[in-house]
């Protein structure tokens, strides 16, 4: 008897899988009932063909092999960024694109120095923990830093220390609300510790500061990330470090029976003069309207702890594979599509700035944005910033895209480094795959090559080129609707 019934629930299984599987010829589901129009069955199937290339011949992949393996971390002023831009620019000729150039721009030159160190002692037992500086962040002393530690779990508590504050190492354990389902709103909702936590402790005579890196995990691994100082003057700035967030947990548990224990850290980083670089740009001319310019991009620099692959080296190859998917299926655009590869925008969006301010000396017109900077995982969706007209638009192709599990379209920021183009005519957007994993990664040694996966990177470009040949065939900036 449960032999029979094990069989009938496999025969079931199989029949189910297969119901919910078969696709028609248009590239929808049989599940989507949506009735589609004649131009809407048209563009169903080019964006089919989109998919299909991505997964069958796309060259992402082995593109973000070549960037992280062979070239690796590339923090902006550093000779791994200076390689980066003659790869990129090699890539955009190689793959055929109309035009590419180079366009300079001077960016920060911060360098970590020699491995940082850390450890503390609690009933005779030295602790070490892995701790990594934050950029922009100044050097201990020769031979370390060393104070009785104060815990605050945010910059607000920090203010209301006041003056405890004075030759202590504030200790920032504001951890992420792992109640959020997005996990970048977690990492919104404490990320100004690590930014401004320096500069506000500085103020009350604070030696230095460590924070809880940016996860929504428990691992082993510190988080690097951007900080600044304000405009406090120089002498007042105080060194800031992240630790891991099980070192954070320990730490906070061992303060609690010994509050009078001290920390040690030792860091040698400084800031060096600006240095020269590039944004690496390439496009594919417009047959109607080649003035009209839709920018698609991501960041070519990346903290140097790791190999920059989920940040952003799955955003810089995605962005070219959607002019390598246009020119694969012979998808003529309308508009020129322009491939931008930003520098800095770790440390400073300086790449982003200079193509804001050159777009606008030039007087060119750009009808949209898109950018990728949110990793390689499993395609989402993307997120709107745009006038009431243009959001209404783009959330009517919900039924072309959600077959592809593109079913949020919903309206909020784009990007770091298209956001500087806004204005009330342009349509930014940014894509967004699945949260989940990100921040197990983001600016750690272990953002390699590894950690991405084949087809959740080639299902990311797809949907980007599937979303931008929409915005090429219908976003107008005269009057803003779908004719």
Not at 89 to 116: A, F, N, T, Y
Not at 285 to 306: A, C, N, R
Request: charged content about 25%.
């Amino acid at each position: 008897m449960k032999k029979t019934i094990l069989l009938l629930s496999l025969s079931a299984i199989v029949n189910f899988s297969c119901s919910n599987t078969k696709e028609s010829k248009n590239g929808s589901d049989n599940t989507n009932s949506t009735v589609l129009s004649t131009d809407e069955k048209k563009d169903s199937t080019n964006i089919k063909h989109f998919f299909n290339s991505a997964l069958t011949e796309g060259k992402s992949y082995e593109w973000l092999r070549d960037l992280t393996q062979n070239i690796g971390g590339r923090l902006s002023g550093s000779p791994e960024a200076a390689k980066a831009v003659l790869w990129g620019e090699k890539l955009m000729k190689d793959i055929g694109l109309d035009s590419v150039w180079l366009q300079p721009v001077m960016v920060p030159h911060w360098v970590r120095g020699e491995k940082e160190e850390a450890n503390y002692t609690v009933n005779g037992e030295q602790k070490n923990v892995p701790i990594c500086a934050l950029g922009f962040s100044i050097a201990t002393p020769s031979n370390g830093l060393t104070a009785e530690v104060i815990e605050v779990k945010s910059l607000d508590e920090a203010k209301e220390m006041g003056n405890k504050l004075k030759d202590k190492i504030v200790f920032f354990n504001g951890a992420f609300d792992n109640t959020l389902i997005n996990t970048f709103h977690a990492y919104g909702g404490c990320v100004g510790q690590r930014f401004s936590g320096a500069r506000v402790c500085s103020e009350f005579g604070a030696k230095g500061v460590i924070v809880r890196s940016m996860t929504n995990g428990i691992d082993d691994y510190p988080h690097t990330g951007s900080m600044g100082y304000g405009d406090i003057p120089k002498d007042q700035y105080i060194p800031a470090a992240a630790i891991s967030s099980r070192a954070a947990e320990i730490l906070s548990k061992d303060l609690k029976e010994n509050p009078n224990l001290k920390f040690y850290f030792k860091q040698s980083c400084e800031t060096l003069p600006d240095a020269p670089s590039h944004n690496v740009i390439g496009e594919i001319k417009g047959t109607e309207e080649p003035e009209k310019i839709i920018v698609v991009g991501g960041h070519l620099d990346s903290w140097d702890l790791g190999e920059g692959a989920h940040d952003d080296g799955t955003g810089v190859v995605q962005s070219l594979e959607v002019a390598y998917l246009f020119k694969k299926n012979n998808i003529k655009p309308k508009n020129t599509i322009r491939i931008v590869f930003f520098m800095n925008e770790e440390n400073g969006t300086r790449g982003a700035k200079e193509y804001a301010k050159q777009a606008k000396q030039n007087n060119e017109i750009h009808v949209a944005g898109l950018e990728s900077d949110a990793g390689g995982h499993t395609p989402r969706g993307f997120s709107i910033d745009a006038n009431e007209n243009n959001t209404q638009l783009l959330k009517s192709w919900k039924k072309l895209l959600a077959p592809y599990g593109l079913h949020d379209l919903l309206k909020g920021g784009s990007g770091a480094d298209i956001s500087p183009l806004k204005n009330d005519e342009i349509t930014l957007v940014g894509y967004r795959p699945d949260s989940q994993r990100y921040f197990d990664y983001h600016h750690t040694s272990i953002d390699t090559f590894d950690k991405v996966n084949k087809r959740e990177l080639e299902l990311g470009s797809a949907s980007m080129a599937s979303l931008v040949y929409l915005m090429d065939k219908y976003l107008y900036t005269e009057d803003k609707v779908k004719p």
